[in-house]
C-alpha cells in the first residue's frame, strides 16, 4: 500500500467543473479578441489594421491562448485543489491575468512579426476582465443553487469537535467549501464518554444514525490515541448505516504546537514543525537566490570597496584586513565567518561580544559596525555554500554552547543556514544580547522564520535591512 496523500473525496460535479471552467475562460478570451478586434480595426478612425488581418488574428491568438494556458499551469488555476476553494479561484485567476496583461503586452511591444495595437490591446483586458469577473460570480452562484437543490457537494460531519484537532479540521472543511459541506451536528466527545472514560460504542451508534438521517455519508471521528482500540467496533457501527468512516488521531494534548503528518511509504510521521527548507526544491531556489545575490555584490560593491576599507583598516591599527571567526552554522557544524575586522587585535574576541563604548573598536571600525559594512565579506561564505544572504545569524561556539543550555528550541535556529541577516535583525534584535530574554526573542523570531519560509519573505528582509542600514540603527555597535 503506497500513502502519499490525505484522502480527498470528490463529487461529479467538481469533477467536471475544472474542464467547464477551463474551456469558458479560453472561450471568452477568444471572444473577447474577436470583439476587441472588431471595434479597434474595424471602426476605428485613426490608423489601419495590418495588411494581412487574418494571418496577424491568428497569430496573435495563438500567444494569448498558449500564455493563458501556461500562466494557469503555473498558478495551479485548474488543479483540484484550487477548485475546492473559492478563495483559491478568485485568487489564481487574478494571478493568472495580471501576469497574462504583463507578459503579452510585453511580448507584442517588442515583437518586430506581430503588430498589435494598444488601442487592439485596451480593449480586449478590459472586455476579458469583465468577462472573466462576470463568469466568476456566476460560476459561485450557479454552484450554491446547484448545492441547494441537488447535493452537489460531498456532506461530512466530525465527531468530538471540542478537541482542538477537530476544530483544524472543521476549519479545512470550511476552506473547501466548493467540495465539502460540513453538517455541525450536535456531536462532542462527553456524548460517548462516559464518567470512568470509556468510550460508548452503542451511544457513538445512535449518533451515527442520526448522522445517517441529516444525509451525511461521511464522518470524522477524531479520537485520542487510548481509544483507537476501538476502531474496528466503531467501524462495524457506522457500516450498519452505510457511513464511511475516517480516524483522526487527536494528539493536540501530547504537543504544545502544531503538528504535520507526513508519509514515508506507507507509514504516517508526526513532525512538530512545519519547514519549507526541507524541500529540495526550496533550497534550490533560495540558493539560486544566495548565489545571484551575492554575485552582483561582489561584482559591482565589494570589487572597489574592499580596497578602501582595507586601507582604511590598515591605517588605523596593525593586523589582518578581514577577522575570522568560528562559528555555529546548519547543523551545528562550525565554520569560519569573515567579517570586516573592526578592532583591534585582542584575545577576548571569541568569548566577548562587542558593547556600546567598546574601547576595543577602532574608528573606521564603529562606523562600519553602524552601517552593517562589516558584513560584506560574508558574501564570500555565502558563495562558499556556508551561509545564506538571509537567515539566522551565526553566533560564536561559546555563545551556542551557553544558550543551549537556557533558552528553549536554541539550537533550532541551525536547522538552516546562518544569513547575513534575518527576520531577527529585520525587526530590531541585534547588537549585544545583555540579558537572555533578548537572546530568547532573537531565537522566537529565527524559529517563526524558518517555519514560515517563502521566497518573498526573503525579498521583504532584504528591503527591510537597507532601509535600517540608511536608517541606521541603535543596536549596531
Not at 485613426?46 to 487574418?54: A, E, F, L, N, V
Not at 460504542?201 to 479520537?223: C, N, W
Not at 536547522?415 to 522566537?444: C, H
Request: with cysteine; hydrophobic share 40%.
Amino acid at each position: 500500500m503506497n500513502a502519499n496523500v490525505a484522502k480527498q473525496p470528490q463529487t461529479r460535479y467538481l469533477f467536471i467543473i475544472k474542464y467547464v471552467i477551463g474551456a469558458s475562460d479560453v472561450l471568452l478570451m477568444n471572444l473577447a479578441f474577436i470583439a476587441s478586434a472588431l471595434i479597434a480595426y474595424g471602426f476605428s478612425t485613426s490608423g489601419s489594421p495590418p495588411q494581412d488581418q487574418q494571418v496577424f488574428q491568428q497569430e496573435t491568438l495563438v500567444v494569448i491562448n498558449l500564455v493563458w494556458l501556461l500562466l494557469a499551469s503555473i498558478f495551479g488555476l485548474y488543479r483540484n485543489d484550487t477548485i475546492t476553494s473559492l478563495e483559491d479561484i478568485y485568487r489564481s485567476s487574478w494571478r493568472t491575468g495580471l501576469f497574462h496583461l504583463i507578459i503579452c503586452c510585453s511580448y507584442f511591444s517588442f515583437s518586430k512579426q506581430i503588430d498589435v495595437s494598444p488601442y487592439h490591446l485596451l480593449i480586449f483586458y478590459t472586455f476579458f476582465g469583465g468577462l472573466i469577473i462576470l463568469s466568476r460570480f456566476t460560476g459561485t452562484y450557479f454552484q450554491f443553487t446547484l448545492d441547494k437543490h441537488f447535493r452537489i457537494r460531498e456532506r461530512v460531519s466530525i465527531m468530538g469537535n471540542d478537541s482542538n484537532t477537530s476544530k483544524r479540521l472543521a476549519s479545512y472543511f470550511e476552506q473547501h467549501q466548493l467540495n465539502y459541506k460540513l453538517e455541525n451536528l450536535p456531536i462532542k466527545d462527553e456524548m460517548f464518554i462516559d464518567g470512568q472514560g470509556k468510550l460508548q460504542i452503542a451511544t457513538v451508534g445512535k449518533h451515527f444514525m442520526k448522522a445517517a438521517v441529516a444525509g451525511v455519508r461521511e464522518i470524522y471521528l477524531s479520537l485520542k490515541p487510548q481509544y483507537l482500540s476501538h476502531a474496528t467496533a466503531l467501524a462495524e457501527e457506522a457500516d450498519k448505516h452505510c457511513l464511511r468512516l475516517n480516524f483522526v488521531p487527536d494528539l493536540s494534548d501530547g504537543f504544545d504546537s502544531s503538528y504535520h503528518v507526513q508519509y514515508l511509504n506507507a507509514f504516517p510521521v508526526l513532525t512538530v514543525r512545519k519547514e519549507p527548507m526541507s524541500e529540495i526544491s526550496n533550497r534550490f531556489k533560495k540558493r539560486i537566490f544566495d548565489l545571484s545575490f551575492s554575485i552582483l555584490v561582489v561584482v559591482f560593491i565589494l570589487s572597489w570597496l574592499y580596497p578602501i576599507i582595507a586601507i582604511l583598516i590598515k591605517m588605523q591599527s596593525p593586523g589582518p584586513v578581514l577577522f575570522k571567526q568560528l562559528r555555529s552554522g546548519r547543523n551545528n557544524e562550525s565554520f569560519y565567518c569573515y567579517k570586516f575586522r573592526s578592532m583591534r587585535v585582542n584575545s577576548d574576541s571569541d568569548r566577548k561580544q562587542a558593547s556600546k563604548d567598546d574601547d576595543r573598536i577602532t574608528p573606521i571600525g564603529r562606523f562600519l559596525r553602524k552601517t552593517s559594512l562589516d558584513e560584506l565579506p560574508q558574501f564570500i561564505n555565502v558563495l562558499k555554500g556556508e551561509m545564506s544572504v538571509i537567515g539566522p545569524r551565526p553566533h560564536m561556539l561559546a555563545h551556542t554552547e551557553e544558550y543551549s543550555t537556557i533558552i528553549k528550541k536554541y539550537m533550532v535556529r541551525h536547522f538552516v543556514k546562518p544569513g547575513i541577516t534575518g527576520w531577527a535583525q529585520a525587526n530590531g534584535y541585534r547588537g549585544e544580547t545583555k540579558d537572555s530574554t533578548l537572546m530568547e526573542k532573537r531565537v522566537e523570531h529565527d524559529v517563526w522564520y524558518l517555519e514560515n519560509w517563502t521566497a518573498m519573505l526573503d525579498v521583504r528582509i532584504v528591503f527591510l535591512t537597507i532601509i535600517n542600514m540608511v536608517k541606521g540603527e541603535e543596536n549596531a555597535h
